[in-house]
């Protein structure tokens, strides 16, 4: 077998000599078992008392870091698992602001927020920031950033992880991203290939399809693709989204392979990405216990098929044990061939070596001082105050004040997470108490009258949400059931709506007469929507998608 090593001299690896030294020794010297647990990367959280144990006996590739908001706990933990490792391990973290953003370092935007502000120097403050606290707590790798497009306004999945709906200004935003990330030591990865936000579908439900002709597959995914390849991107995620026109070209009689998804197909990760687009990285799967996959066939069919059909590395797993078994096996049995391990085992210690892990690592413990500086958060609260957007204002209600609408009736369904089981309240409405006014929380039951209330304010937090297959305007459960659903009270009291996350509400409300995005839940933002209410600080007037949905009616 010839030595594939060289590969990575190339782009976007450009290892030189002491790095492709580094590479082959390390390679030679990993037995079959080590070599497998190069394939795969495991999900980490709270505090497993056998998960160091665990990491120590099956030596993943990495480890992708669920952080809790202890962060004495989070630095000694960190520093645990590498020194465990016994090649250097890659840790990962999806940085993608918002929620996001480490519980214990800066509150930082999310990507829908950033593209309101579309301020690309802004941008790289705010990537700077989450490169810099990555890499003080141990992370390496981001899962960031999105290149899919805001196109079905229904889709619960891209929503707010996405920079909107226009192609130029998503590859700017990427691109900088991006270009921060990697300058800062953590390597970028672009997803999720082969791009989403056409289909209003979730692929954490099933397998989502990408229904653009090539045509137009060039002209916006393409596009964002090879910008990113040219502009040196470590890693692509290969995401369990089908693109029938690419297979269908080929093949008119492909039939359901046709609709294969690319975690999976040959055609998508090594003809398309690796042979038209040139890629020459790391290619990693999506999160494999999703349904994307899992509805596609058996988990020990399709994991095997993840490597053989061109990723490099599969992301998560339920049951290392019998996961890595089933790889083991289609080594064995040559579904996965000699050459394709070698390829894969090569390019994930040529994307460590790229970062220089092969150096050894500054201890978390040591760099708790740059997590959460008071610099990083005067710099990320003065971009987050640019985002909150000014959709409409037709009764020109804004800005408020407590002299003419003093009592305010706030309705809201707190602010949901796919991870909590019970909505987070809103501090929004203790904000308004601080500055007079006499706020209500509406609760089932609760009488709504123009005698009562002067102002209603609607709050809405649901940003980009995982396993919902939509995300919508709920009136029965907000107004408190049947009867309260059909009511609109905005003829007699004076409303507002507030979107801190998904920006389309607007299609169930469309003749609401002021609305507001705000893109992100985080408390910064909700400080910043308040200085906005109250006439302190400007609004933004650049939507980043059509918030009206499309709809002529929803800007009266």
Request: one cysteine or more.
């Given at each position: 077998m010839?030595?594939?090593?060289?590969?990575?001299?190339?782009?976007?690896?450009?290892?030189?000599?002491?790095?492709?030294?580094?590479?082959r020794?390390?390679?030679?010297g990993l037995?079959?078992k080590?070599k497998l647990?190069?394939?795969?990367?495991?999900?980490s959280?709270?505090?497993?008392?056998?998960?160091?144990?665990?990491?120590?006996?099956?030596?993943?590739?990495?480890?992708?870091r669920m952080?809790?908001?202890?962060?004495d706990?989070?630095?000694?933990?960190?520093?645990?698992?590498?020194?465990?490792?016994?090649?250097?391990?890659?840790?990962?973290?999806?940085?993608?602001?918002?929620?996001?953003?480490?519980?214990?370092?800066?509150?930082?935007?999310?990507?829908?927020?950033?593209?309101?502000?579309?301020?690309v120097?802004?941008?790289?403050?705010?990537a700077?920031?989450?490169?810099?606290?990555?890499?003080a707590?141990?992370?390496?790798?981001?899962?960031?950033?999105?290149l899919?497009?805001?196109?079905?306004?229904?889709?619960p999945?891209?929503?707010?992880?996405?920079?909107?709906?226009?192609?130029?200004?998503?590859?700017?935003?990427a691109?900088?991203q991006?270009?921060?990330?990697?300058?800062?030591?953590?390597?970028?990865?672009?997803?999720h290939?082969?791009g989403e936000?056409?289909?209003?579908?979730?692929?954490?439900l099933?397998t989502?399809?990408?229904?653009?002709?090539?045509?137009?597959?060039?002209?916006?995914?393409?596009?964002?693709?090879?910008?990113?390849?040219?502009?040196?991107?470590?890693?692509?995620?290969?995401?369990?989204?089908?693109?029938p026109?690419?297979?269908?070209a080929?093949?008119?009689e492909?039939?359901?392979?046709?609709?294969?998804?690319?975690?999976?197909?040959?055609?998508?990760?090594?003809?398309?990405?690796?042979?038209?687009?040139?890629?020459?990285?790391?290619?990693?799967?999506d999160?494999?216990?999703?349904?994307?996959?899992?509805?596609w066939?058996?988990?020990?069919?399709?994991?095997?098929?993840?490597?053989?059909n061109?990723?490099?590395?599969?992301?998560?797993?339920?049951d290392?044990?019998?996961d890595?078994?089933?790889?083991?096996?289609?080594?064995?049995d040559?579904r996965?061939?000699?050459?394709?391990l070698?390829?894969?085992?090569?390019?994930?210690l040529?994307?460590?070596?790229?970062?220089?892990?092969q150096?050894?690592?500054?201890p978390?413990?040591?760099?708790?001082?740059?997590?959460?500086?008071?610099?990083?958060?005067?710099?990320?609260?003065?971009?987050?105050?640019?985002?909150?957007?000014?959709?409409?204002d037709?009764q020109?209600?804004?800005p408020?004040?407590?002299?003419?609408?003093?009592?305010?009736?706030v309705?809201s369904?707190?602010?949901?997470?796919?991870i909590?089981?019970?909505?987070?309240?809103?501090?929004v409405?203790?904000?308004?108490?601080a500055?007079?006014?006499?706020?209500?929380v509406?609760a089932?039951?609760?009488?709504?009258a123009?005698?009562?209330?002067?102002?209603?304010?609607?709050?809405?937090?649901?940003?980009?949400l995982?396993?919902?297959?939509?995300?919508?305007?709920d009136?029965?459960?907000?107004?408190?059931?049947?009867?309260?659903?059909?009511?609109?009270h905005?003829?007699?009291?004076?409303?507002?709506?507030?979107?801190f996350?998904?920006?389309?509400?607007?299609y169930?409300?469309?003749?609401?007469?002021?609305?507001?995005?705000?893109?992100?839940?985080m408390?910064?933002?909700?400080?910043?929507?308040?200085?906005?209410?109250?006439?302190?600080?400007?609004?933004?007037?650049a939507?980043?998608?059509?918030?009206f949905?499309?709809?002529?009616d929803?800007?009266?």
């Open positions: 010839s030595d594939v090593t060289d590969m990575l001299r190339k782009a976007p690896f450009n290892l030189d000599d002491a790095g492709i030294d580094w590479v020794r390390t390679k030679a037995s079959a080590a647990g190069q394939l795969f990367t495991f999900i959280m709270g505090r497993d008392p056998g998960e160091l144990d665990r990491l120590a006996r099956l030596q993943p590739a990495g480890i992708t952080f809790s908001p202890d962060r706990f989070e630095c000694d933990f960190m520093d645990a698992a590498r020194t465990a490792a016994a090649v250097p391990l890659l840790v990962s973290a999806d940085l993608e602001g918002s929620r996001m953003s480490l519980a214990f370092g800066t509150e930082v935007p999310n990507p829908l927020a950033l593209a309101a502000v579309d301020d120097q802004a941008s790289r403050v705010i700077r920031i989450m490169a810099e606290e990555a890499r707590i141990g992370v390496n790798w981001s899962f960031t950033p999105v899919d497009i805001n196109a079905a306004f229904r889709s999945i891209v929503a707010t992880r996405g920079f909107g709906s226009d192609v130029a200004r998503i590859e700017r935003q691109l900088a991006m270009a921060e990330f990697q300058a800062g030591g953590v390597a970028a990865t672009v997803k290939w082969p936000g056409y289909d209003d579908r979730d692929q954490h099933l989502t399809i990408n229904p653009l002709s090539m045509a137009e597959w060039h002209a916006t995914f393409g596009r964002l693709y090879r910008a990113a390849i040219d502009a040196g991107v470590l890693s692509v995620m290969s995401a369990h989204i089908a693109l026109a690419f297979v269908l080929a093949d008119p492909a039939g359901v392979e046709a609709y294969r998804p690319a975690s999976v197909s040959r055609a998508l990760n090594i003809d398309l990405l690796r042979g038209q687009l040139g890629f020459n990285g790391l290619i990693v799967s999160a494999t216990p999703m349904a994307g996959l899992g509805a066939g058996p988990r020990e069919v399709t994991l095997p098929e993840v490597i053989a061109g990723c490099d590395m599969i992301l998560f797993t339920e290392p044990e019998a890595m078994a089933s790889v083991a096996a289609a080594i064995a040559g996965i061939s000699a050459l394709r070698d390829e894969a085992v090569t390019r994930v040529g994307l460590k070596a790229a970062l220089g892990l150096n050894g690592f500054v978390a413990a040591g760099q708790k001082a740059a997590l959460g500086r008071a610099e990083n958060k005067a710099a990320a609260r003065a971009v987050t105050a640019r985002a909150p957007t000014l959709v409409k037709v020109g209600l804004l408020l004040s407590v002299a003419r609408t003093p009592r305010v009736l309705v369904g707190g602010i949901v997470s796919p909590h089981p019970v909505p987070a309240p809103f501090e409405p203790d904000m308004l108490r500055e007079g006014f006499a706020v209500t509406f089932p039951g609760t009488a709504i123009s005698a009562d209330f002067d102002l209603m304010i609607y709050l809405f937090g649901e940003e980009t995982l396993t919902r297959g939509r995300i919508f305007l009136w029965a459960k907000i107004s408190g059931g049947f009867q309260g659903a059909m009511r609109r905005w003829h007699e009291i004076p409303t507002l709506m507030i979107s996350g998904y920006p389309y509400y607007l169930d409300a469309p003749r609401v007469p002021a609305y507001v995005n705000a893109y992100a839940t408390p910064t933002m909700q400080a910043a929507v308040v200085e906005c209410l109250m006439g302190r600080a400007k609004w933004n007037l939507s980043p998608v059509d918030a949905c499309g709809l002529g929803a800007k009266y």
